[in-house]
């Protein structure tokens, strides 16, 4: 969708915005079907690039300790109780810039993907910039998406970071797109862009043929130590509008409320689900940082009358209740 209708959508009032968007995502969603995924970090801190967000990278004091690459039998465990937990998505994230066939990190990873798969969850993984290559042994192992971000608009990228190019990003989206996994691809609001920053991150997301499957939107985790770390919590209403015009302008995505909702009220995570955010992240945590407790969620999830998702690829119309799960 252009950057001109994205404006126009997001600018108009509050009610007929969320109206518009709750009506796009009775159309090609049940209202009120949550996923549930869990995200793990199979290789933490240490990352050469210097993303100004990120507790992770090297070229940051945040006190975070550098861990190796979990093995295989940690990974699958914390997959099964993911699984035991309800998630019906596992997604796995290395703090790498990248990854190259031919590496031992990479055939391990590959190992990995092949025992998680088989646990019945869609696998998705997210390890930085990768090649036609890379990704062709990554579908074939059993990944169903890969997670890139775009993060945040072409223009502001580079106030954000240094050691890689928003194109990288693009380039590593395509490799993604021509392998046939799905493509997960989003991007975080808090940073100290603009709401033209914001919408030229939807435009270029919607824009992407085909569209991604999934779309997280990340509100800053304000990182101690991190260039970002005084940035003040995202507008609530600035979230809700962005949430709608990415459930107008990406329809069949699924639109992931993901970092940063310890920040953000019961109420205001109700609206964005009304919205059209139809994904979360639970478990205690996010890669490095703070998520809500599972069990608060899903007490949230009951309130509110909001069904999860149930397991399994081939799973039948009926859904279970939170209650239930
Ligand atoms: N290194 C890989 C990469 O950059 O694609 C994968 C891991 S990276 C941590 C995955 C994503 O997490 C980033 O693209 C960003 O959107 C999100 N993220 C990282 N730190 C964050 C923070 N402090 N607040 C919000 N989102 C964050
Ligand atoms: Fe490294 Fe990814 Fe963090 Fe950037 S976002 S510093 S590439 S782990």
């Known amino acids: 969708?252009?950057?001109?209708?994205?404006?126009?959508?997001?600018?108009?009032?509050?009610?007929?915005?969320?109206?518009?968007?709750?009506?796009?995502h009775l159309e090609h969603w049940r209202g009120e079907e949550v996923q549930r995924c869990s995200l793990l970090s199979i290789k933490t801190g240490g990352c050469s690039e210097d993303c100004a967000y990120c507790a992770q990278s090297s070229h940051y004091s945040?006190?975070?300790?550098?861990?190796?690459?979990?093995?295989?039998?940690?990974?699958?465990?914390?997959?099964?109780?993911?699984?035991s937990q309800g998630a019906?998505?596992?997604?796995?994230?290395?703090?790498?810039?990248?990854?190259r066939d031919g590496t031992e990190k990479f055939e391990r990873v590959l190992e990995t993907v092949r025992e998680v798969s088989r646990?019945?969850?869609?696998?998705?993984?997210?390890?930085?910039?990768?090649?036609?290559?890379?990704?062709?042994?990554?579908?074939?192992?059993?990944?169903?998406?890969?997670?890139?971000?775009?993060?945040?608009?072409?223009?502001?990228?580079?106030?954000?970071?240094?050691?890689?190019?928003?194109?990288?990003?693009?380039?590593?989206?395509?490799?993604?797109?021509?392998?046939?996994?799905?493509?997960?691809?989003?991007?975080?609001?808090?940073?100290?862009?603009?709401?033209?920053?914001?919408?030229?991150?939807?435009?270029?997301?919607?824009?992407?043929?085909p569209q991604p499957d999934s779309v997280p939107i990340n509100c800053l985790m304000a990182m101690p130590g991190t260039p970002l770390e005084d940035q003040p919590p995202v507008d609530i209403f600035e979230l809700v509008r962005l949430i709608a015009v990415a459930r107008i302008s990406l329809p069949r995505a699924r639109v992931r409320l993901a970092a940063g909702r310890t920040r953000v009220s019961r109420e205001g995570q109700a609206l964005c689900f009304f919205a059209g955010a139809n994904s979360i992240f639970f478990g205690d945590k996010l890669l490095?940082?703070?998520?809500?407790?599972?069990?608060?969620?899903?007490?949230?999830?009951?309130?509110?009358?909001?069904?999860?998702?149930?397991?399994?690829?081939?799973?039948p119309a009926g859904v279970v209740t939170a209650a239930s799960a």
């Open 119 to 209: 646990l019945g969850m869609e696998v998705c993984v997210t390890l930085g910039q990768i090649g036609a290559v890379e990704a062709r042994k990554l579908k074939a192992a059993g990944v169903t998406a890969y997670n890139h971000n775009l993060d945040t608009s072409p223009e502001f990228y580079p106030e954000i970071v240094s050691t890689h190019t928003f194109d990288d990003r693009l380039n590593t989206i395509a490799a993604v797109q021509q392998s046939g996994m799905s493509v997960c691809c989003g991007g975080i609001i808090g940073m100290g862009e603009s709401i033209k920053d914001r919408l030229r991150l939807m435009e270029l997301l919607s824009e992407l043929d």
């Open 288 to 315: 490095t940082a703070k998520n809500p407790a599972a069990d608060v969620d899903l007490a949230l999830l009951h309130e509110l009358g909001l069904n999860v998702e149930q397991h399994g690829n081939d799973r």
């Open 88 to 99: 019906t998505r596992f997604c796995m994230g290395a703090a790498w810039r990248g990854v």
């Open 62 to 83: 945040t006190g975070l300790e550098r861990e190796e690459l979990l093995s295989t039998e940690q990974i699958l465990s914390a997959a099964e109780r993911a699984r």
């Open 1 to 24: 969708m252009k950057f001109r209708q994205l404006e126009t959508l997001y600018h108009q009032p509050l009610f007929e915005l969320i109206s518009k968007s709750r009506a796009v």
